[in-house]
């Protein structure tokens, strides 16, 4: 064989072996990643969300005790 061809055959295989390893690694890490974008988007949701406040115990609501009328002028 001649030089030129081994070092082709060399880093073609050294090509096929990073491709296939990332191939495998990024399969392995994707359900990872997933769940890291869930919980990234569960803390951005929770900040928008509006957090109401239970009402202080004895408050009433206040309600007009009679309704608005019109009066004429």
Do not use: C, F, N
């Not at 990872?32 to 009433?60: C, D, F, L, M, N």
Request: cysteine-free.
């Amino acid at each position: 064989m001649s030089t030129e061809l081994e070092i082709a055959l060399v880093l073609g295989s050294a090509l096929l072996w990073m491709a296939v390893t990332l191939t495998i690694l990024s399969a392995i890490d994707r359900p990872e990643r997933k769940a890291r974008r869930q919980e990234r988007r569960e803390i951005r949701t929770a900040k928008r969300r509006v957090h109401y406040r239970p009402a202080v115990a004895g408050s009433r609501v206040h309600r007009h005790s009679h309704p608005r009328r019109l009066h004429p002028h």
